[in-house]
């Protein structure tokens, strides 16, 4: 039996960067980014140094939601392909104030919870990340990191000098600013992008998003372009449909410890969105038209069904903005 994804805490690519002092540079480019936020897609140009608010209602200070070992990602990340009792899980940090309003958020009590405010010092999320890491998990997952990348960061500085070893999982919605992803490049392992749609109208429909499609798009080329695509499939998942057979060899590989980075995507595309997800997968791989074996070497995760869980509708729980 395989080890879990990126159980090896050898030596994750941001210890090179905090060595090297980079990361400290990579904090004040990103803060520099909150003086006039463009963390995402929104751009909405607010001073969040100052703790102006707009979209997502964030200021200055992280906000957690909760954190611990989570075993429901993929088996390789939580470890639940381990035999029994070796699965520690991801250890999950989840981020309140999420950038979308899906309706269908199975998350929507801790990532829309726009009344609460939960702010965290930066020392307690490194206290976090350090916790977690005792505990045994496997990695560090930030599920909505993206309107705090650049308090994560901050944080995960501090959380290196206090022995942080964990490989780092990036685990967004994908309406990322490339921008900030390109400050991201070396910390970040694993990028776990949930590409939620193929249709504007229908992104605006349910998660109240302007320009979705083509931000994720150019977010998923950028991770792409940073890690390449070589996670490894666990050997029980099958190939997703659209794409083709796996790639040659594998289930080969799923056998084998993954230390390598890569781009993992998921896809909980709404029932009534038009395309399939192989028709949607494909664009964010260089286009439609793109080479015939990148096509075939997607990695895609188990879909996690993340529209299972039907909450009010988004109107109910936080400002309205387009
Ligand atoms: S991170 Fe928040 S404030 Fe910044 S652009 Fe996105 S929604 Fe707006």
């Known amino acids: 039996m395989s080890e879990a994804l990126m159980s090896d805490t050898s030596h994750p690519s941001y210890l090179r960067l905090a060595e090297s002092g980079e990361l400290a540079r990579r904090v004040d480019r990103l803060e520099q980014m909150l003086e006039s936020c463009t963390l995402c897609p929104w751009d909405c140009r607010v001073n969040r140094l100052k703790n102006e608010t707009k979209v997502c209602v964030a200021g200055y200070l992280p906000i957690v939601s909760s954190h611990g070992p989570h075993f429901g990602e993929e088996p390789a990340l939580s470890g639940t392909h381990l035999d029994a009792g070796q699965a520690k899980g991801a250890g999950n940090i989840f981020l309140g104030h999420c950038n979308l309003r899906c309706a269908y958020c199975q998350n929507w009590q801790i990532s829309q919870n726009f009344r609460q405010s939960g702010e965290t010092s ?14 045994g998990c496997h990695n560090i997952g930030f599920v909505s990191p993206t309107h705090f990348s650049a308090q994560i960061v901050r944080a995960l500085n501090l959380a290196v000098a ?161």
Do not use: C
């Open 122 to 135: 930066f020392e307690r999320l490194a206290a976090m990340m350090l916790e977690l890491q005792e505990q």
């Open 162 to 322: 206090g022995g942080l070893r964990l490989p780092l999982i990036y685990n967004t919605n994908a309406y990322d600013s490339v921008e900030a992803l390109r400050q991201l490049e070396g910390i970040f392992d694993i990028y776990l992008p949930d590409l939620k749609y193929s249709s504007s109208s229908v992104a605006r429909e349910y998660s109240q998003i302007p320009h979705y499609v083509e931000s994720a798009r150019a977010a998923i080329l950028e991770m792409y372009r940073q890690v390449g695509d070589k996670v490894v499939m666990d050997e029980a998942r099958a190939p997703a449909p659209g794409l083709g057979d796996p790639p040659a060899g594998a289930a080969e590989r799923a056998g084998r410890n993954p230390r390598e980075p890569g781009v993992d995507t998921r896809s909980s595309l709404p029932s009534r969105d038009p395309e399939p997800d192989g028709a949607v997968l494909p664009h964010a791989q260089g286009g439609q038209d793109g080479p015939a074996e990148r096509r075939g070497d997607v990695p895609l995760a188990d879909p996690q069904d993340s529209s299972t869980g039907v909450g009010p509708g988004a109107g109910d729980r936080g400002p309205s903005w387009i």
